[in-house]
């Protein structure tokens, strides 16, 4: 009796790999469903060019103690990107020297690389006791007119002579 189970489950275990072997062959086998269509994607652009801003600091609810602060951003943008921007921002001071934060937002009015149209950028900023992280983003799907679809994230680099700079990595897809 032991003898015929064994044999039974080998035959069992024999007879699932060996369809568990055509399976794959035939997976492998078969040519692609005409229905699935691949989308290229889009590449990536670096757009570079220096810009000017202003920040004019705005009357906040900071109960007079400094730690929240409001701004407005006013730039002009050169090179690549030509244009200007309105931005709106908000800080927050800590009481450790060289650790603060602060979150914009800013719309881009201007032409890009010969594409003209709008679109938002979202500013993250962190600076842990004067070690700084920013992180700027297109907001998604604000681009219009000829940038529309526009995605992407920008640095900006300062120079020791105070200059500032970008750097535009984007891409622009095509619109939904």
């Not at 709008?118 to 600076?127: D, E, K, R, S």
């Amino acid at each position: 009796m032991k003898r015929h189970s064994r044999v039974v489950s080998t035959a069992v275990a024999v007879s699932l790999l060996a369809a568990a072997g055509t399976l794959a062959m035939a997976q492998t086998a078969s040519p692609p469903s005409p229905s699935v269509v691949q989308k290229k994607e889009p590449m990536t652009t670096r757009a570079t060019g220096t810009f000017d801003v202003k920040v004019t600091p705005q009357s906040s609810d900071d109960k007079g103690d400094g730690v929240v602060g409001r701004m407005t951003l006013d730039k002009q943008f050169h090179g690549d990107l030509e244009g200007t921007s309105k931005g709106e921002m908000l800080t927050a001071m800590t009481a450790v020297k060289g650790s603060a934060g602060y979150v914009a937002i800013e719309r881009v009015t201007g032409t890009l690389r010969g594409r003209k149209g709008t679109f938002a950028l979202q500013h993250t900023g962190i600076m842990t006791r004067g070690t700084p992280s920013l992180t700027i983003t297109v907001v998604p799907d604000s681009g219009t007119d000829q940038l529309a679809g526009l995605s992407g994230k920008m640095a900006i680099v300062i120079g020791t002579d105070g200059k500032h700079s970008y750097e535009f990595d984007y891409t622009l897809a095509d619109a939904p």
